[in-house]
Protein backbone atom coordinates (compact mmCIF):
# COMPACT_ATOMS: atom_id res chain seq x y z
CA UNK A 1 0.00 0.00 0.00
CA UNK A 2 1.25 3.34 -0.78
CA UNK A 3 2.35 5.68 2.07
CA UNK A 4 0.01 8.28 1.44
CA UNK A 5 -3.06 5.81 1.09
CA UNK A 6 -2.01 4.28 4.39
CA UNK A 7 -1.77 8.22 5.97
CA UNK A 8 -5.40 8.71 4.85
CA UNK A 9 -6.74 5.56 6.58
CA UNK A 10 -8.50 5.45 9.75
CA UNK A 11 -6.62 3.46 12.18
CA UNK A 12 -9.74 2.17 13.67
CA UNK A 13 -10.99 0.73 10.34
CA UNK A 14 -7.56 -1.50 10.06
CA UNK A 15 -9.53 -4.66 7.97
CA UNK A 16 -7.59 -5.49 5.32
CA UNK A 17 -10.85 -4.60 2.68
CA UNK A 18 -11.84 -1.44 3.98
CA UNK A 19 -8.97 1.05 4.00
CA UNK A 20 -9.10 4.52 3.53
CA UNK A 21 -11.88 6.82 3.57
CA UNK A 22 -15.03 5.20 1.86
CA UNK A 23 -16.46 7.04 -0.86
CA UNK A 24 -20.68 7.31 -0.82
CA UNK A 25 -21.97 8.60 -4.03
CA UNK A 26 -25.27 10.13 -2.89
CA UNK A 27 -28.41 9.31 -5.02
CA UNK A 28 -31.91 10.79 -4.15
CA UNK A 29 -33.42 10.42 -0.84
CA UNK A 30 -32.17 10.04 2.88
CA UNK A 31 -30.26 6.83 2.70
CA UNK A 32 -27.06 7.93 1.64
CA UNK A 33 -26.84 10.42 5.02
CA UNK A 34 -28.41 7.12 6.80
CA UNK A 35 -25.55 4.95 5.72
CA UNK A 36 -22.99 7.73 6.50
CA UNK A 37 -24.03 8.57 9.98
CA UNK A 38 -24.20 4.60 10.66
CA UNK A 39 -20.56 4.30 8.57
CA UNK A 40 -19.47 7.44 10.46
CA UNK A 41 -20.17 5.79 13.56
CA UNK A 42 -17.63 2.75 13.07
CA UNK A 43 -14.75 5.48 12.81
CA UNK A 44 -14.48 4.72 8.87
CA UNK A 45 -14.04 8.17 7.39
CA UNK A 46 -16.82 9.19 4.56
CA UNK A 47 -15.92 11.45 1.33
CA UNK A 48 -19.34 11.91 0.04
CA UNK A 49 -19.74 12.63 -3.44
CA UNK A 50 -22.70 14.82 -4.32
CA UNK A 51 -24.79 14.56 -7.80
CA UNK A 52 -26.24 17.66 -9.89
CA UNK A 53 -30.21 16.77 -9.60
CA UNK A 54 -29.86 13.83 -7.60
CA UNK A 55 -28.57 14.47 -4.23
CA UNK A 56 -31.34 15.88 -1.88
CA UNK A 57 -30.23 14.83 1.64
CA UNK A 58 -27.84 16.51 3.67
CA UNK A 59 -24.32 15.58 3.69
CA UNK A 60 -22.26 19.16 4.87
CA UNK A 61 -20.97 17.12 8.13
CA UNK A 62 -18.22 15.21 5.85
CA UNK A 63 -16.05 15.76 3.50
CA UNK A 64 -17.75 16.44 -0.10
CA UNK A 65 -17.62 17.48 -3.73
CA UNK A 66 -20.37 17.71 -6.08
CA UNK A 67 -20.45 16.65 -10.02
CA UNK A 68 -22.80 16.35 -12.56
CA UNK A 69 -24.39 12.77 -13.42
CA UNK A 70 -21.79 11.44 -16.07
CA UNK A 71 -18.87 12.85 -15.03
CA UNK A 72 -16.98 9.52 -14.76
CA UNK A 73 -13.79 11.50 -15.61
CA UNK A 74 -14.06 14.22 -12.88
CA UNK A 75 -15.06 11.39 -10.53
CA UNK A 76 -12.24 9.05 -11.33
CA UNK A 77 -9.97 12.21 -10.38
CA UNK A 78 -11.35 13.63 -7.09
CA UNK A 79 -11.87 9.87 -5.72
CA UNK A 80 -7.94 9.51 -6.43
CA UNK A 81 -7.69 12.92 -4.53
CA UNK A 82 -8.71 11.47 -1.68
CA UNK A 83 -7.37 8.47 -1.71
CA UNK A 84 -11.07 6.31 -1.65
CA UNK A 85 -10.78 2.86 -3.28
CA UNK A 86 -13.60 1.92 -1.54
CA UNK A 87 -16.93 3.02 -3.54
CA UNK A 88 -20.75 3.12 -2.14
CA UNK A 89 -23.73 4.00 -4.41
CA UNK A 90 -26.89 4.88 -2.21
CA UNK A 91 -30.09 6.48 -2.79
CA UNK A 92 -31.48 6.67 -6.45
CA UNK A 93 -30.00 7.69 -9.70
CA UNK A 94 -32.09 8.67 -12.77
CA UNK A 95 -30.25 7.20 -15.91
CA UNK A 96 -27.91 9.29 -18.12
CA UNK A 97 -28.25 10.21 -20.92
CA UNK A 98 -25.97 9.69 -23.21
CA UNK A 99 -24.87 13.18 -24.03
CA UNK A 100 -24.03 13.55 -20.27
CA UNK A 101 -21.20 10.77 -20.22
CA UNK A 102 -17.94 12.13 -20.17
CA UNK A 103 -15.71 10.06 -21.84
CA UNK A 104 -12.46 10.64 -20.61
CA UNK A 105 -12.72 7.77 -17.68
CA UNK A 106 -13.86 5.37 -19.81
CA UNK A 107 -11.25 2.92 -21.91
CA UNK A 108 -11.75 0.47 -24.32
CA UNK A 109 -12.37 -1.61 -21.54
CA UNK A 110 -15.39 0.06 -20.16
CA UNK A 111 -16.52 1.59 -23.35
CA UNK A 112 -18.29 -1.90 -24.09
CA UNK A 113 -20.03 -1.27 -20.40
CA UNK A 114 -21.11 1.80 -21.05
CA UNK A 115 -22.68 1.16 -24.07
CA UNK A 116 -24.32 -1.71 -22.46
CA UNK A 117 -26.07 0.74 -20.41
CA UNK A 118 -27.70 2.13 -23.43
CA UNK A 119 -29.85 -1.22 -24.35
CA UNK A 120 -30.35 -3.11 -21.18
CA UNK A 121 -32.73 -3.76 -18.24
CA UNK A 122 -31.33 -2.37 -14.39
CA UNK A 123 -29.61 -5.51 -14.62
CA UNK A 124 -27.33 -4.66 -17.35
CA UNK A 125 -26.86 -1.14 -16.11
CA UNK A 126 -25.79 -2.43 -13.09
CA UNK A 127 -23.53 -4.60 -14.36
CA UNK A 128 -22.00 -1.75 -16.59
CA UNK A 129 -21.21 0.77 -13.46
CA UNK A 130 -19.54 -2.33 -11.46
CA UNK A 131 -17.57 -3.57 -14.37
CA UNK A 132 -16.69 0.83 -14.92
CA UNK A 133 -15.34 1.10 -11.58
CA UNK A 134 -13.43 -1.92 -11.68
CA UNK A 135 -11.63 -1.48 -14.32
CA UNK A 136 -10.58 1.88 -12.96
CA UNK A 137 -9.26 0.11 -9.60
CA UNK A 138 -11.83 0.91 -7.47
CA UNK A 139 -13.67 -1.49 -5.57
CA UNK A 140 -17.82 -1.22 -4.76
CA UNK A 141 -19.00 -2.25 -1.83
CA UNK A 142 -22.45 -2.92 -1.22
CA UNK A 143 -23.98 -1.91 2.32
CA UNK A 144 -24.38 -5.69 3.58
CA UNK A 145 -20.49 -5.26 3.57
CA UNK A 146 -20.55 -1.85 5.41
CA UNK A 147 -23.80 -1.01 7.12
CA UNK A 148 -24.74 -4.91 7.94
CA UNK A 149 -27.23 -3.03 10.78
CA UNK A 150 -29.19 -1.84 8.04
CA UNK A 151 -30.30 -5.03 6.84
CA UNK A 152 -33.60 -6.94 7.52
CA UNK A 153 -33.42 -9.46 9.55
CA UNK A 154 -35.73 -12.51 9.88
CA UNK A 155 -39.17 -11.98 11.72
CA UNK A 156 -41.61 -9.96 12.53
CA UNK A 157 -40.52 -6.63 12.95
CA UNK A 158 -43.28 -5.02 14.59
CA UNK A 159 -45.89 -6.03 16.70
CA UNK A 160 -48.68 -7.60 14.01
CA UNK A 161 -47.92 -11.00 12.25
CA UNK A 162 -49.35 -11.66 9.09
CA UNK A 163 -52.44 -13.98 9.08
CA UNK A 164 -52.51 -17.24 7.11
CA UNK A 165 -54.28 -15.77 4.31
CA UNK A 166 -51.43 -13.25 4.26
CA UNK A 167 -48.89 -15.80 4.55
CA UNK A 168 -50.43 -17.78 1.19
CA UNK A 169 -50.41 -14.39 -0.81
CA UNK A 170 -46.79 -13.66 0.27
CA UNK A 171 -45.70 -17.12 -1.21
CA UNK A 172 -47.26 -15.81 -3.78
CA UNK A 173 -45.02 -12.90 -4.28
CA UNK A 174 -41.89 -14.37 -3.59
CA UNK A 175 -42.86 -17.08 -6.18
CA UNK A 176 -43.91 -14.28 -8.65
CA UNK A 177 -40.49 -12.23 -8.15
CA UNK A 178 -38.61 -15.59 -8.40
CA UNK A 179 -40.25 -16.09 -11.70
CA UNK A 180 -40.32 -12.63 -12.85
CA UNK A 181 -36.21 -12.30 -11.95
CA UNK A 182 -34.97 -13.41 -15.62
CA UNK A 183 -37.12 -10.84 -17.10
CA UNK A 184 -35.40 -8.28 -15.07
CA UNK A 185 -38.72 -7.02 -13.23
CA UNK A 186 -40.86 -7.62 -10.53
CA UNK A 187 -38.73 -6.37 -7.81
CA UNK A 188 -41.60 -5.88 -5.68
CA UNK A 189 -45.37 -7.21 -6.69
CA UNK A 190 -48.78 -6.79 -4.72
CA UNK A 191 -50.59 -9.55 -3.86
CA UNK A 192 -54.54 -9.83 -2.55
CA UNK A 193 -56.03 -12.91 -1.75
CA UNK A 194 -54.47 -15.18 -4.09
CA UNK A 195 -53.78 -12.27 -7.20
CA UNK A 196 -51.26 -10.55 -8.26
CA UNK A 197 -52.69 -6.86 -8.27
CA UNK A 198 -49.70 -4.96 -9.65
CA UNK A 199 -46.12 -6.13 -10.50
CA UNK A 200 -43.15 -3.33 -9.96
CA UNK A 201 -41.15 -2.51 -13.38
CA UNK A 202 -39.80 1.19 -14.20
CA UNK A 203 -41.90 2.88 -11.99
CA UNK A 204 -40.64 1.91 -8.89
CA UNK A 205 -42.24 0.30 -5.39
CA UNK A 206 -43.73 3.76 -4.00
CA UNK A 207 -45.51 4.21 -7.50
CA UNK A 208 -46.26 0.98 -7.66
CA UNK A 209 -48.36 1.20 -4.02
CA UNK A 210 -49.83 4.45 -4.94
CA UNK A 211 -51.56 2.87 -7.77
CA UNK A 212 -53.11 -0.08 -5.43
CA UNK A 213 -54.84 3.09 -3.97
CA UNK A 214 -56.36 4.12 -7.78
CA UNK A 215 -57.40 0.49 -7.94
CA UNK A 216 -59.35 0.50 -4.83
CA UNK A 217 -60.94 3.71 -5.78
CA UNK A 218 -61.98 2.53 -9.56
CA UNK A 219 -63.17 -0.70 -8.27
CA UNK A 220 -60.48 -2.85 -9.50
CA UNK A 221 -59.95 -4.06 -5.95
CA UNK A 222 -62.76 -5.06 -4.88
CA UNK A 223 -61.79 -5.94 -1.40
CA UNK A 224 -62.30 -3.48 1.68
CA UNK A 225 -58.44 -2.33 3.41
CA UNK A 226 -56.89 -3.50 4.76
CA UNK A 227 -56.29 -5.96 2.91
CA UNK A 228 -53.16 -7.25 0.19
CA UNK A 229 -49.43 -7.46 1.25
CA UNK A 230 -46.69 -5.79 -0.65
CA UNK A 231 -43.72 -8.15 -1.27
CA UNK A 232 -40.21 -7.26 -1.74
CA UNK A 233 -37.39 -9.40 -2.51
CA UNK A 234 -34.24 -9.68 -4.20
CA UNK A 235 -34.54 -10.63 -7.89
CA UNK A 236 -32.76 -14.02 -8.44
CA UNK A 237 -29.25 -13.04 -9.64
CA UNK A 238 -29.59 -9.72 -8.12
CA UNK A 239 -26.20 -6.93 -7.69
CA UNK A 240 -26.70 -5.87 -3.78
CA UNK A 241 -23.74 -4.16 -4.01
CA UNK A 242 -25.17 -1.57 -6.04
CA UNK A 243 -29.10 -2.56 -6.15
CA UNK A 244 -30.20 -3.35 -3.15
CA UNK A 245 -33.92 -3.22 -2.63
CA UNK A 246 -35.00 -0.63 0.52
CA UNK A 247 -37.58 -0.75 2.39
CA UNK A 248 -38.19 2.45 4.36
CA UNK A 249 -40.81 4.52 5.79
CA UNK A 250 -42.14 6.05 2.82
CA UNK A 251 -42.91 2.75 2.05
CA UNK A 252 -44.47 2.12 5.27
CA UNK A 253 -46.39 5.08 5.08
CA UNK A 254 -47.69 4.45 1.10
CA UNK A 255 -48.88 0.76 2.29
CA UNK A 256 -51.02 2.31 4.73
CA UNK A 257 -52.29 4.94 2.82
CA UNK A 258 -53.07 2.09 -0.37
CA UNK A 259 -55.07 0.15 3.02
CA UNK A 260 -52.76 -2.66 2.77
CA UNK A 261 -52.84 -5.33 5.25
CA UNK A 262 -48.75 -5.95 5.51
CA UNK A 263 -45.51 -5.65 4.55
CA UNK A 264 -43.50 -8.91 3.62
CA UNK A 265 -39.36 -8.40 2.72
CA UNK A 266 -36.72 -11.16 1.88
CA UNK A 267 -34.75 -11.10 5.12
CA UNK A 268 -30.63 -10.34 4.74
CA UNK A 269 -31.39 -8.87 0.78
CA UNK A 270 -33.23 -5.88 1.65
CA UNK A 271 -32.32 -2.58 3.34
CA UNK A 272 -34.20 -1.65 5.67
CA UNK A 273 -32.32 1.97 6.59
CA UNK A 274 -34.50 3.11 9.88
CA UNK A 275 -35.27 -0.63 11.42
CA UNK A 276 -36.82 1.23 14.81
CA UNK A 277 -38.64 3.86 13.19
CA UNK A 278 -40.13 1.59 10.39
CA UNK A 279 -41.47 -1.27 13.20
CA UNK A 280 -43.32 1.71 15.17
CA UNK A 281 -44.58 2.97 11.79
CA UNK A 282 -45.94 -0.40 11.04
CA UNK A 283 -47.59 -0.56 14.64
CA UNK A 284 -49.13 2.36 14.54
CA UNK A 285 -50.65 1.86 10.99
CA UNK A 286 -51.65 -1.71 11.58
CA UNK A 287 -49.58 -3.05 9.31
CA UNK A 288 -47.41 -6.05 9.92
CA UNK A 289 -43.81 -6.33 8.39
CA UNK A 290 -42.22 -9.27 8.37
CA UNK A 291 -38.97 -10.47 7.08
CA UNK A 292 -38.89 -13.87 5.42
CA UNK A 293 -35.39 -15.92 5.17
CA UNK A 294 -35.04 -17.46 1.99
CA UNK A 295 -31.99 -18.91 2.54
CA UNK A 296 -30.74 -20.38 -0.39
CA UNK A 297 -31.04 -17.66 -2.49
CA UNK A 298 -27.78 -15.97 -3.47
CA UNK A 299 -27.06 -12.61 -5.20
CA UNK A 300 -24.06 -12.31 -7.10
CA UNK A 301 -20.54 -12.95 -5.31
CA UNK A 302 -19.51 -9.72 -3.08
CA UNK B 1 -85.07 -28.79 -31.14
CA UNK B 2 -88.52 -27.20 -29.48
CA UNK B 3 -90.59 -25.65 -31.68
CA UNK B 4 -91.00 -22.18 -29.53
CA UNK B 5 -87.10 -21.61 -29.70
CA UNK B 6 -86.96 -22.54 -33.66
CA UNK B 7 -89.63 -20.09 -34.04
CA UNK B 8 -87.67 -17.60 -32.20
CA UNK B 9 -84.16 -18.01 -34.48
CA UNK B 10 -83.36 -16.73 -37.89
CA UNK B 11 -83.06 -18.76 -40.93
CA UNK B 12 -79.95 -16.65 -41.80
CA UNK B 13 -78.00 -18.13 -39.00
CA UNK B 14 -79.30 -21.62 -39.58
CA UNK B 15 -75.46 -22.89 -38.19
CA UNK B 16 -75.47 -25.41 -35.77
CA UNK B 17 -74.08 -23.39 -33.35
CA UNK B 18 -75.81 -20.42 -33.58
CA UNK B 19 -79.83 -20.89 -32.86
CA UNK B 20 -82.20 -18.14 -31.62
CA UNK B 21 -81.16 -14.56 -30.09
CA UNK B 22 -77.56 -13.86 -29.58
CA UNK B 23 -77.51 -12.78 -25.65
CA UNK B 24 -74.82 -9.98 -24.87
CA UNK B 25 -73.69 -9.29 -21.89
CA UNK B 26 -73.02 -5.71 -21.66
CA UNK B 27 -69.74 -4.32 -20.03
CA UNK B 28 -68.30 -1.25 -19.91
CA UNK B 29 -66.89 0.59 -22.99
CA UNK B 30 -68.27 0.84 -26.33
CA UNK B 31 -67.26 -3.03 -27.70
CA UNK B 32 -70.92 -4.32 -26.17
CA UNK B 33 -72.19 -1.67 -28.84
CA UNK B 34 -69.65 -2.64 -31.79
CA UNK B 35 -69.96 -6.27 -31.66
CA UNK B 36 -73.93 -6.20 -31.57
CA UNK B 37 -74.01 -3.88 -34.58
CA UNK B 38 -71.68 -6.39 -36.35
CA UNK B 39 -74.07 -9.54 -35.46
CA UNK B 40 -76.95 -8.13 -36.46
CA UNK B 41 -75.43 -7.26 -39.52
CA UNK B 42 -75.29 -11.06 -39.98
CA UNK B 43 -79.11 -10.78 -39.36
CA UNK B 44 -78.75 -13.17 -36.17
CA UNK B 45 -80.69 -11.66 -33.40
CA UNK B 46 -79.33 -9.75 -30.62
CA UNK B 47 -81.00 -9.87 -26.94
CA UNK B 48 -78.94 -6.99 -25.08
CA UNK B 49 -78.46 -7.17 -20.64
CA UNK B 50 -77.43 -3.96 -19.41
CA UNK B 51 -75.54 -4.40 -16.42
CA UNK B 52 -75.98 -1.36 -13.56
CA UNK B 53 -73.12 0.56 -13.50
CA UNK B 54 -71.11 -1.47 -16.18
CA UNK B 55 -72.98 -0.60 -19.38
CA UNK B 56 -72.24 2.64 -20.91
CA UNK B 57 -72.81 2.38 -24.67
CA UNK B 58 -76.24 2.91 -26.19
CA UNK B 59 -77.65 -0.37 -27.35
CA UNK B 60 -81.45 0.98 -27.26
CA UNK B 61 -81.57 -0.95 -31.22
CA UNK B 62 -81.81 -4.21 -29.50
CA UNK B 63 -84.44 -5.93 -27.30
CA UNK B 64 -82.91 -5.51 -24.10
CA UNK B 65 -82.82 -5.75 -20.21
CA UNK B 66 -81.33 -4.25 -17.28
CA UNK B 67 -79.81 -5.98 -13.70
CA UNK B 68 -77.48 -5.24 -11.24
CA UNK B 69 -74.35 -6.89 -11.32
CA UNK B 70 -74.45 -10.54 -9.67
CA UNK B 71 -77.98 -11.26 -10.15
CA UNK B 72 -77.27 -14.70 -11.82
CA UNK B 73 -80.79 -15.78 -11.25
CA UNK B 74 -82.69 -12.87 -12.73
CA UNK B 75 -80.06 -13.31 -15.37
CA UNK B 76 -81.17 -17.43 -15.95
CA UNK B 77 -84.85 -16.47 -16.22
CA UNK B 78 -84.65 -13.51 -18.68
CA UNK B 79 -82.50 -15.75 -20.83
CA UNK B 80 -84.94 -18.36 -20.82
CA UNK B 81 -87.68 -15.97 -21.53
CA UNK B 82 -86.29 -14.80 -24.59
CA UNK B 83 -84.76 -17.72 -26.27
CA UNK B 84 -81.47 -17.21 -25.54
CA UNK B 85 -78.85 -20.33 -25.26
CA UNK B 86 -75.75 -18.52 -26.62
CA UNK B 87 -74.30 -15.90 -24.75
CA UNK B 88 -71.57 -13.50 -25.07
CA UNK B 89 -69.57 -11.66 -22.60
CA UNK B 90 -68.10 -8.06 -23.90
CA UNK B 91 -66.78 -5.09 -22.76
CA UNK B 92 -65.40 -4.65 -18.71
CA UNK B 93 -66.98 -5.99 -15.57
CA UNK B 94 -65.96 -4.85 -12.08
CA UNK B 95 -65.79 -7.97 -10.34
CA UNK B 96 -69.41 -8.52 -8.53
CA UNK B 97 -68.85 -8.01 -4.22
CA UNK B 98 -69.99 -11.17 -2.72
CA UNK B 99 -72.91 -9.26 -1.12
CA UNK B 100 -74.18 -9.01 -4.73
CA UNK B 101 -74.12 -12.31 -5.68
CA UNK B 102 -77.51 -13.65 -5.71
CA UNK B 103 -77.35 -17.38 -5.25
CA UNK B 104 -80.50 -18.82 -6.82
CA UNK B 105 -79.23 -19.29 -10.44
CA UNK B 106 -76.42 -21.18 -8.11
CA UNK B 107 -76.68 -25.03 -7.77
CA UNK B 108 -74.26 -27.16 -5.49
CA UNK B 109 -72.30 -27.32 -8.82
CA UNK B 110 -71.97 -23.88 -9.68
CA UNK B 111 -71.22 -22.89 -5.89
CA UNK B 112 -67.51 -24.14 -6.09
CA UNK B 113 -67.12 -21.92 -8.94
CA UNK B 114 -68.50 -19.12 -7.03
CA UNK B 115 -66.46 -19.49 -4.29
CA UNK B 116 -63.87 -20.03 -6.57
CA UNK B 117 -63.84 -16.24 -7.81
CA UNK B 118 -63.06 -15.04 -4.52
CA UNK B 119 -59.60 -16.50 -4.02
CA UNK B 120 -58.15 -16.39 -7.51
CA UNK B 121 -56.75 -14.40 -10.08
CA UNK B 122 -58.74 -12.90 -13.40
CA UNK B 123 -58.31 -16.80 -14.84
CA UNK B 124 -59.87 -18.07 -11.69
CA UNK B 125 -62.79 -15.71 -12.30
CA UNK B 126 -62.81 -16.65 -16.13
CA UNK B 127 -63.35 -20.86 -15.33
CA UNK B 128 -65.69 -19.99 -13.00
CA UNK B 129 -67.80 -17.75 -14.93
CA UNK B 130 -67.93 -20.05 -17.34
CA UNK B 131 -69.21 -23.40 -15.28
CA UNK B 132 -71.94 -21.25 -14.33
CA UNK B 133 -73.26 -20.38 -17.71
CA UNK B 134 -72.27 -23.93 -18.54
CA UNK B 135 -74.04 -26.08 -15.75
CA UNK B 136 -77.22 -23.71 -16.23
CA UNK B 137 -77.60 -25.29 -19.91
CA UNK B 138 -75.96 -21.86 -21.61
CA UNK B 139 -73.54 -21.62 -24.00
CA UNK B 140 -70.34 -19.30 -23.81
CA UNK B 141 -69.71 -17.97 -27.34
CA UNK B 142 -66.35 -15.96 -27.89
CA UNK B 143 -65.92 -12.73 -30.47
CA UNK B 144 -63.48 -15.23 -32.65
CA UNK B 145 -66.70 -16.97 -33.40
CA UNK B 146 -69.30 -14.75 -34.26
CA UNK B 147 -67.05 -11.59 -35.10
CA UNK B 148 -63.83 -12.94 -36.65
CA UNK B 149 -63.45 -9.46 -38.90
CA UNK B 150 -62.90 -7.98 -35.38
CA UNK B 151 -60.24 -10.24 -34.84
CA UNK B 152 -56.56 -8.98 -35.29
CA UNK B 153 -54.87 -9.99 -38.57
CA UNK B 154 -51.46 -10.63 -38.89
CA UNK B 155 -49.05 -8.02 -40.81
CA UNK B 156 -49.18 -4.07 -40.67
CA UNK B 157 -52.49 -2.44 -39.64
CA UNK B 158 -51.75 1.14 -40.65
CA UNK B 159 -49.16 2.22 -43.05
CA UNK B 160 -46.18 2.17 -40.45
CA UNK B 161 -43.71 -0.67 -39.79
CA UNK B 162 -42.03 -1.65 -36.90
CA UNK B 163 -37.92 -1.39 -37.44
CA UNK B 164 -35.25 -3.86 -36.79
CA UNK B 165 -34.93 -2.09 -32.81
CA UNK B 166 -38.65 -2.48 -32.06
CA UNK B 167 -39.06 -5.71 -33.68
CA UNK B 168 -36.50 -6.72 -31.27
CA UNK B 169 -38.39 -5.53 -28.38
CA UNK B 170 -41.42 -6.31 -29.90
CA UNK B 171 -39.73 -10.45 -29.45
CA UNK B 172 -38.84 -9.45 -25.83
CA UNK B 173 -42.30 -8.55 -24.64
CA UNK B 174 -44.31 -11.49 -26.43
CA UNK B 175 -41.64 -13.64 -24.33
CA UNK B 176 -42.41 -12.13 -21.72
CA UNK B 177 -45.78 -12.07 -22.03
CA UNK B 178 -45.27 -16.09 -22.08
CA UNK B 179 -43.20 -16.16 -18.92
CA UNK B 180 -45.66 -14.44 -16.71
CA UNK B 181 -48.79 -16.32 -18.06
CA UNK B 182 -48.91 -18.87 -15.31
CA UNK B 183 -48.68 -16.18 -12.76
CA UNK B 184 -51.86 -14.45 -14.32
CA UNK B 185 -50.14 -11.03 -14.77
CA UNK B 186 -48.71 -9.45 -18.17
CA UNK B 187 -51.43 -9.20 -21.03
CA UNK B 188 -49.74 -6.55 -22.53
CA UNK B 189 -46.16 -5.14 -21.30
CA UNK B 190 -44.47 -2.10 -22.48
CA UNK B 191 -40.83 -2.56 -23.77
CA UNK B 192 -38.16 0.36 -24.07
CA UNK B 193 -34.69 -0.56 -25.71
CA UNK B 194 -34.56 -4.60 -24.36
CA UNK B 195 -36.00 -3.21 -20.86
CA UNK B 196 -39.29 -4.04 -19.54
CA UNK B 197 -40.88 -0.77 -18.55
CA UNK B 198 -44.22 -1.81 -17.57
CA UNK B 199 -46.44 -4.94 -16.92
CA UNK B 200 -49.96 -4.94 -16.63
CA UNK B 201 -51.33 -6.67 -13.34
CA UNK B 202 -54.73 -5.62 -12.34
CA UNK B 203 -54.69 -1.57 -13.09
CA UNK B 204 -55.99 -2.60 -17.30
CA UNK B 205 -53.89 -2.03 -20.45
CA UNK B 206 -55.06 1.99 -20.80
CA UNK B 207 -53.51 3.22 -17.62
CA UNK B 208 -50.44 1.32 -17.82
CA UNK B 209 -49.58 2.95 -20.93
CA UNK B 210 -50.90 6.48 -19.01
CA UNK B 211 -48.40 5.43 -16.65
CA UNK B 212 -45.35 5.79 -19.00
CA UNK B 213 -46.26 9.01 -19.50
CA UNK B 214 -45.39 9.87 -15.91
CA UNK B 215 -42.37 7.74 -16.24
CA UNK B 216 -40.67 9.99 -18.76
CA UNK B 217 -41.64 13.28 -17.06
CA UNK B 218 -40.16 12.22 -13.99
CA UNK B 219 -36.83 10.67 -15.26
CA UNK B 220 -37.45 7.24 -15.24
CA UNK B 221 -37.66 6.49 -18.79
CA UNK B 222 -34.60 8.87 -20.50
CA UNK B 223 -35.13 8.11 -24.00
CA UNK B 224 -36.65 10.80 -25.77
CA UNK B 225 -40.45 9.83 -27.38
CA UNK B 226 -41.56 8.37 -29.98
CA UNK B 227 -39.96 5.25 -28.34
CA UNK B 228 -41.11 2.16 -26.38
CA UNK B 229 -43.53 -0.53 -28.28
CA UNK B 230 -46.71 -2.10 -26.21
CA UNK B 231 -46.84 -5.67 -26.72
CA UNK B 232 -50.50 -7.31 -26.15
CA UNK B 233 -51.18 -11.25 -26.53
CA UNK B 234 -53.07 -14.08 -25.47
CA UNK B 235 -51.62 -14.96 -21.75
CA UNK B 236 -51.01 -18.74 -22.38
CA UNK B 237 -54.09 -20.96 -21.36
CA UNK B 238 -56.00 -17.22 -21.53
CA UNK B 239 -59.91 -18.22 -22.21
CA UNK B 240 -60.55 -16.12 -25.49
CA UNK B 241 -64.09 -16.50 -25.17
CA UNK B 242 -64.94 -14.49 -22.05
CA UNK B 243 -61.63 -12.15 -21.74
CA UNK B 244 -59.82 -11.98 -24.97
CA UNK B 245 -57.26 -8.93 -25.32
CA UNK B 246 -58.91 -5.86 -26.70
CA UNK B 247 -57.08 -3.14 -28.67
CA UNK B 248 -59.09 0.12 -29.55
CA UNK B 249 -58.79 3.68 -30.59
CA UNK B 250 -58.46 4.96 -26.91
CA UNK B 251 -55.01 2.50 -26.80
CA UNK B 252 -54.05 4.14 -29.66
CA UNK B 253 -54.80 7.43 -28.38
CA UNK B 254 -53.30 6.55 -24.89
CA UNK B 255 -49.93 5.28 -26.71
CA UNK B 256 -49.23 8.22 -28.88
CA UNK B 257 -50.16 10.50 -25.90
CA UNK B 258 -47.65 8.56 -24.02
CA UNK B 259 -44.78 8.95 -26.56
CA UNK B 260 -44.23 5.20 -27.74
CA UNK B 261 -43.33 4.37 -30.76
CA UNK B 262 -45.78 1.70 -32.01
CA UNK B 263 -48.20 -1.51 -30.75
CA UNK B 264 -47.59 -4.90 -31.51
CA UNK B 265 -50.34 -7.29 -30.70
CA UNK B 266 -50.95 -11.03 -31.23
CA UNK B 267 -52.85 -11.48 -34.90
CA UNK B 268 -55.60 -14.50 -34.10
CA UNK B 269 -56.15 -13.40 -30.26
CA UNK B 270 -56.75 -9.82 -29.82
CA UNK B 271 -60.05 -7.89 -30.69
CA UNK B 272 -59.48 -5.01 -32.43
CA UNK B 273 -63.13 -3.44 -32.88
CA UNK B 274 -62.24 -0.66 -34.89
CA UNK B 275 -59.93 -1.77 -37.40
CA UNK B 276 -59.93 0.82 -40.20
CA UNK B 277 -60.21 3.83 -37.57
CA UNK B 278 -57.21 2.39 -35.29
CA UNK B 279 -54.83 2.07 -38.50
CA UNK B 280 -55.77 5.50 -39.45
CA UNK B 281 -55.91 7.05 -35.97
CA UNK B 282 -52.24 5.16 -35.87
CA UNK B 283 -51.12 6.57 -39.05
CA UNK B 284 -52.44 10.15 -37.93
CA UNK B 285 -50.27 9.50 -34.73
CA UNK B 286 -47.02 8.48 -36.54
CA UNK B 287 -47.25 5.21 -34.66
CA UNK B 288 -46.64 1.70 -36.50
CA UNK B 289 -49.65 -1.07 -35.39
CA UNK B 290 -48.76 -4.66 -36.23
CA UNK B 291 -50.12 -7.96 -35.78
CA UNK B 292 -47.86 -10.68 -35.24
CA UNK B 293 -48.83 -14.57 -35.47
CA UNK B 294 -47.38 -16.66 -32.92
CA UNK B 295 -49.02 -19.66 -34.76
CA UNK B 296 -48.20 -22.59 -32.28
CA UNK B 297 -49.75 -20.74 -29.40
CA UNK B 298 -53.38 -21.66 -28.46
CA UNK B 299 -56.45 -20.36 -26.18
CA UNK B 300 -58.30 -22.69 -24.37
CA UNK B 301 -60.74 -25.52 -26.70
CA UNK B 302 -63.56 -23.17 -27.69
Known amino acids: MPADAADRSDPATGSTTGTGPLAILAGAGELPKVIADEVARTGRPIFAVEVDGETDCDLSAYPRTRLPIGAAGRLKTVLMEHGCRDVLMAGSFRRPRFSEIEWNMGTVRALSSIMRLKVGGDDAVVNGVVH ?3 SEGFR ?3 PREVVPRLVAPQGTIGRLRPGKKARSDIALGL ?3 GRMGPL ?3 QAV ?3 AGRIVAVEAAEGTDSMIARCAQLRDNGRI ?3 PPSGVLVKAMKPGQELRLDMPVVGLD ?3 GAAAAGLEGIAIEAGKVL ?6 VGAAADDAGLFIVGVDLGDRTGRPE
Chains 1, 2 share one sequence.
Not at 272 to 277: H, Y
Open 190 to 192: IVL
Open 140 to 142: IVG
Open 222 to 224: AAP
Open 251 to 253: TVR
Open 132 to 134: IFE
Open 184 to 186: DIG
Open 175 to 177: SAI
Open 272 to 277: LPRIEE
